[in-house]
């Protein structure tokens, strides 16, 4: 079982509707979370953290943790055709004192 | 001002040669990182680099050997160069324990 999984998409969306991003991990201990994104040839860029169970709001973006589910999501409200890119989640895992990160979803939002 | 910089941007080159990749950072972050990412888009630790001191070496070929002067630099050097190298290569840097800004990524070509 990998540590971190995402379902690589392509995901679509219209312009203006609600992206939902999804991430399951295997660790139960893990205590952050992290999303990145990632523009086609650029380099990923961290635009998200969660630490604690519930929702954490930055603009557009809502981050959502479900500790006993082992679950985090990302959704993009509004969503825009810049917000085209691959999204990836990252795990934190304290005992392996690493980040690792599943393998990206790729988002694009119709015009 | 570029964050974090890595040279070359491309890289093309030889079974069985020697390169280097070299990466620069002037947020002062204390750890820095190098990052592999596969032609599936699968980002995965290499090694991690506090204050000069190694704190994370996955398992990697020891063809791999990093280097770090100082801690603001972080180069990656690698031998007899093989196909499978072929790959993008992130510098990242952070002040905490997750990486938080990335390089531009080099393109390692090996033909």
């Known amino acids: 079982q990998k540590e971190v999984e995402q379902n690589s998409g392509p995901l679509s969306v219209p312009e203006g509707a609600i992206a939902s991003l999804n991430c399951t991990y295997s660790d139960r201990g893990s205590q952050s979370f992290f999303w990145y994104r990632q523009y086609s040839g650029k380099s990923p860029e961290l635009i998200m953290f969660i630490y604690s169970n519930g929702d954490k709001e930055d603009g557009r973006f809502t981050a959502q943790l479900n500790k006993a589910s082992q679950y985090v999501s990302l959704l993009i409200r509004d969503s825009q055709p810049s917000d085209s890119a691959t999204y990836l989640c990252a795990v934190y895992q304290t005992g392996a004192n690493n980040l690792f990160f599943g393998t990206g979803t790729r988002l694009t939002v119709i015009p | ?111």
Request: charged share 20%; with cysteine.
């Open chain 2, 1 to 111: 001002d570029t964050a974090v910089s890595q040279t070359p941007k491309y890289l093309v080159t030889q079974m069985g040669n020697d390169k280097s990749i070299k990466c620069e950072q002037n947020l002062g972050h204390d750890t820095m990182y190098w990052y592999k990412q596969d032609s599936k888009k699968f980002l995965k630790i290499m090694f991690s680099y506090n204050n000069k001191e190694l704190i994370i070496n996955e398992t990697v070929p020891n063809r791999f050997s990093p280097k770090s002067p100082d801690k603001a630099h972080l180069n990656l050097h690698i031998n007899s160069l093989e196909l499978g190298d072929s790959a993008v290569y992130f510098c990242a840097s952070s002040q905490g324990r997750v990486a938080a800004f990335f390089g531009q990524g080099t393109r390692l070509t090996v033909v």
